[in-house]
């Protein structure tokens, strides 16, 4: 096993140093949310598509569904070979990173059948139809009508902020099914959607950066098949959270690789060789330098925070804390180290995107406005921190 | 310089942690503390008896000296308990002492002073002096030659655990350089000792005066290893700091959060309220990002350079963590924690006075930076 294991390694090694392909000349997205062009989108595609094809996604994941039947370990060996020559992000992070692994787990085995492959091979796009236009962070009051017709469920209502929403083949969607549940939550069902059907629109929504992001989607009684129910009626809110663990990363099983590219503090080192201060690199200022030295130190702790979470007897006070707070640490961060990169840049941090003058093109500024994808996207910032503190540390629940 | 990402737990590390976090359990509640703060000796000589026979004086002492042969990694998690429950004891003087002699010790200052260590008596540093300079270079107290011998002066500050202590590691200018000296205790006259009013009430730390104090050219240590022992003494101070500081964190976290979750105001418990909330929240993730690093300093503290930026790293977050939260749990409780029976205060001033030795969070910092970028 060990001997096949570095066979795999070293196999995994070659293919990312000879397979992962340089900067194009268009910026790449940093993270899934981030897609805004066709060309980015085109181009991950291909990549991912390029990656599952060579065994290195879902190589953890069944092969009669078209995984690749190894273990974990040989993903988590493939996901550090690509991280190493810092390949792409995978682009269909709702179906490798959450989808798939809810329907290998409570999925029928038609589902399995019929969706697992596609995820991997980027074939099928899929998208999140969670909120709606009056309910975000309060998704357990989610509106959107289902109502079952037969084999089929009539769809009635909108959801917002979909990310791929004009790329998504399925979406898995949270749906009021019924309307005199005991409880708001009881009311819901999750159901896997076709998005090709009619009755269905989708309206590209401008995101802050000026690009095309998420979508607006509009269901005007669409007719989808039933039998894209995922266990019971009224059970929606349980496998939504299920799916929102895997989105934080609470959970395991998902297909490996990475959607979200971080930023390593030591990159701005060469940033700060770029701009000056009273003639001297920004590198000389005191402040700078006890501000960037706070990077450096969080991104050593939130690695490092990665690797004690599996060491158990580092965690025993409270086991799942670590993993509950790795989304917060790590959006936040990557929101302020790209903040701190533009303030590094003197005049030039006035520049923005495709402006020749740009320090490293306009990248921080992007990068420092789409953060804000993580930071609010999954569930908020202060949502997080209701989480932790009413799940980690038992604090009465915010109502 | 290199910056390592590992992290990871011995047996003994494992082994340790369990006992000690059930020894300081038992043997130091709060009661205790609270009692121990009035007494002038500040420890429970039982105690200190008991973490004798423990063995725990024992653990980074090399087996030629009748030692266990482990290192610091598993001293670390002892200290960390003995933060958590606010026991205190000579247990870590002693130990950075025992290091200082390890490191920079004659072979027979070494076979005379670290057997007696392990069978538990009690030893400290005295490095400190009034300049307030963490630079444990910049001294002005002095050897100078007097017949056979060579006679002390000047004065040193934050000896801790000084009445107790059968060995002195202090350091004095010889022809301006700076060397250390292995002291006994029987050659400190009681005159030359003044309790320090310190802002941690549950430690102790003294004043000592060197002058007219005589001691023989055997009591100095290996000159050409001053500098490597200073050093060595510098970060090994700030690791076990760290992970007292790391312990009391807990401690504090804990306290808020019980609080939280029993005070009601507008007919609701206050934890309830976002706003105390969510910075309790961010002063328990300051906690677990110092642990990691704690951790992952105590796994390479040994490695050249790697155990310098990791140590450096984990006492600026411990620093900042504990401070924070200690500064918060005084304002979660209200008029309570304006008070001295309000324990929020006892964590407050525990960071207070580490982020005063060996160097604060941003002193830190800075010599990161310089040996980063
Ligand atoms: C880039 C991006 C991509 C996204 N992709 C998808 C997707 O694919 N599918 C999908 O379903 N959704 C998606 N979302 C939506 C996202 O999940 C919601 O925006 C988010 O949950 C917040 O909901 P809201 O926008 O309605 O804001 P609101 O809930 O109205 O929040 C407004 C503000 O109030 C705060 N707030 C709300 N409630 C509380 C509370 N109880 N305590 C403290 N503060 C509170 C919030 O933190 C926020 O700052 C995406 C969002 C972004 C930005």
């Known amino acids: ?399 | 310089m290199k910056i390592s990402t590992e992290i990871g737990i011995t047996e003994a590390q494992i082994d340790l942690l369990d006992v000690a976090e059930n020894f300081c359990l038992d043997h130091s509640p709060i009661e205790k503390v609270r009692a121990l703060m009035e007494d002038d000796l500040g420890y429970d000589p039982e105690v200190w008896k008991q973490i004798g026979e423990l063995g725990w004086l024992a653990v980074a002492i090399p087996e030629d000296y009748d030692g266990v042969g482990l290192s610091l990694t598993e001293v670390v998690p002892i200290a960390e308990q003995m933060g958590r429950y606010l026991l205190n004891s000579p247990f870590i003087s002693t130990t950075l002492a025992a290091q200082a002699l390890i490191m920079g010790g004659t072979d027979a200052q070494k076979k005379s002073y670290l057997p007696q260590i392990v069978a538990g008596k009690a030893a400290t540093l005295a490095l400190s002096e009034s300049n307030g300079d963490w630079d444990l270079n910049n001294i002005d107290a002095k050897a100078t030659k007097d017949g056979n011998g060579y006679v002390l002066s000047g004065t040193k500050t934050f000896v801790m655990d000084l009445t107790s202590a059968e060995l002195v590691v202090i350091s004095v200018k010889l022809d301006d350089a700076v060397r250390l000296v292995a002291l006994r205790g029987d050659q400190i006259s009681q005159h030359a000792v003044r309790r320090e009013r310190i802002i941690d009430e549950v430690k102790r730390s003294y004043e000592l005066t060197l002058d007219g104090i005589s001691v023989s050219l055997d009591q100095f240590m290996n000159e050409n290893a001053t500098k490597a022992t200073l050093g060595h003494i510098h970060l090994a101070a700030n690791l076990l700091g760290s992970a007292e500081l790391c312990g009391a964190c807990k401690s504090t976290i804990d306290y808020t959060v019980e609080y939280l979750k029993t005070r009601r105001q507008f007919g609701k418990l206050i934890g309830s309220y976002q706003a105390l909330k969510h910075p309790t929240v961010d002063a328990f993730v300051g906690y677990e990002k110092a642990r990691s690093l704690l951790y992952a300093a105590a796994f390479c503290f040994d490695r050249q350079g790697e155990g310098e930026v990791a140590t450096r790293m984990a006492k600026a977050r411990a620093d900042q963590a504990l401070s924070f939260a200690a500064d918060r749990a005084i304002q979660f409780h209200g008029g309570f924690g304006f008070t001295y029976d309000c324990d929020a205060q006892l964590y407050r001033r525990c960071a207070l006075f580490h982020a005063s030795q060996y160097g604060d969070a941003a002193y830190h910092k800075r010599k990161l930076a310089d040996l980063l970028f």
Not at chain 1, 122 to 146: K, M, T, V, Y
Not at chain 1, 155 to 175: D, F, P, R, V
Not at chain 1, 251 to 268: F, H, K, M, S
Request: hydrophobic letters at 35%; one cysteine or more.
């Open chain 1, 1 to 399: 096993m060990e001997a096949e294991l570095r066979e795999f390694e070293r196999d995994a090694d070659a293919w990312f140093a000879e397979n992962t392909p340089g900067e194009p000349d268009f910026m790449l997205p940093l993270t899934f949310m981030e897609v805004g062009t066709d060309q980015q989108f085109e181009f991950l595609r291909e990549w991912q598509n390029k990656v599952y094809s060579a065994g290195y996604l879902g190589a953890a994941w069944p092969k009669e569904y078209g995984g690749g039947g190894l273990t974990q370990k040989h993903q988590d060996i493939a996901t550090r070979a690509m991280k190493k020559y810092r390949g792409p992000i995978m682009l269909n992070a709702i179906g490798i990173n959450w989808t798939g692994p809810l329907i290998l787990d409570i999925g029928s085995e038609a589902h399995k059948q019929k969706y697992i492959k596609g995820i991997l091979s980027a074939e099928d796009i899929w998208c999140q139809g969670f909120s709606e236009p009056e309910n975000g962070s309060d998704l357990g009051n989610a509106q959107l009508r289902a109502v079952r017709d037969g084999d089929e469920y009539v769809l009635n209502g909108s959801k917002i902020w979909t990310t791929h929403g004009h790329y998504a083949k399925y979406m898995i969607l949270l749906a009021r099914t019924d309307l005199d549940a005991p409880s708001k939550y009881a009311g819901l069902s999750f159901i896997l959607t076709p998005m090709t059907v009619p009755g269905i629109e989708t309206v590209k929504i401008k995101k802050l950066t000026g690009e095309h992001g998420f979508t607006q989607t509009f269901f005007t009684d669409t007719r989808i098949p039933a039998d894209g129910l995922m266990g019971r009626e009224g059970e929606g809110w349980k496998i939504a959270m299920q799916t929102l663990e895997y989105e934080r990363s609470a959970r395991g099983g998902q297909a490996g690789g990475y959607v979200l590219t971080e930023v390593d503090p030591l990159e701005i080192l060469q940033l700060a060789s770029k701009a000056k201060r009273d003639g001297q690199s920004v590198l000389a200022d005191p402040v700078v330098r006890d501000k960037l030295m706070d990077f450096v130190i969080d991104a050593q702790a939130m690695a490092l925070n990665g690797k004690r979470a599996r060491i158990s007897p580092l965690v025993r006070d409270c086991p799942q804390a670590l993993p509950l707070m790795s989304k917060l640490t790590h959006t936040e961060f990557a929101l302020r180290i790209n903040e701190f990169a533009i303030s590094l840049m003197g005049t030039k941090g006035g520049y923005y995107v495709d402006e020749p003058n740009a320090i490293d093109e306009g990248y921080w500024h992007r990068s420092y406005l789409n953060a804000f994808s993580a930071t609010i996207g999954g569930g908020t910032s202060q949502i997080q921190r209701n989480i932790i503190g009413e799940h980690a540390l038992s604090l009465p629940k915010t109502r």
